[in-house]
């Protein structure tokens, strides 16, 4: 049965492990040299992140066994007509280790960081879905947001 949670400090080695496995599966990426470097640097910002609850994140176990992680990053940005108070939040880490997937785990994970989101009282929630993970977000109802832009140094 799976069991879901608010993750704690307690899983700062837990988050970052599903991190880097993550960022490698979306990348395809088998062997990394720059693995360590990423877990080391994920490993500080959770720490950071939790400590300081600008981080929260949610996860699934099956009889203790990691099955799916969830995270929410809060910020704020200058207040606009579309979020007065300047909550904006920002979906990550939604990841279902691959012999946990199709079983609605990610969905219900979803609704618990969104919940939080809620609650906390955030008004904007952002994401980067990969193809995998779409589908959860349009039935959720969010929709491709056009005009942002990146530049990368």
């Known amino acids: 049965m799976i069991e879901y949670r608010r993750a704690t400090t307690d899983d700062i080695s837990l988050l970052t492990r599903t991190r880097v ?14 693995s360590e470097e990423l877990f080391i640097n994920n490993k500080v910002y959770f720490e950071n992140a939790l400590n300081n609850n600008s981080f929260v994140a949610w996860i699934a176990l099956d009889n203790n066994e990691i099955a799916a992680t969830s995270g929410l990053t809060l910020y704020l940005l200058p207040p606009n ?49 990969t193809d995998a ?10 929709i491709d947001a056009k005009g942002e832009m990146v530049y990368h140094f």
Not at 134 to 142: E, H, L, N
């Open 81 to 129: 007509r579309d979020y007065p108070d300047g909550k904006v939040g920002y979906i990550s880490n939604m990841y279902t280790l691959p012999n946990f997937r199709g079983q609605g785990i990610a969905s219900h994970l979803f609704s618990l960081i969104m919940n939080e989101a809620k609650s906390l009282g955030y008004k904007k929630v952002l994401l980067n879905a």
């Open 21 to 34: 496995d993550f960022l490698n599966e979306v990348n395809n990426i088998s062997t990394n040299t720059d």
């Open 133 to 142: 993970g779409r589908s959860v977000y349009v039935k959720y109802g969010f």
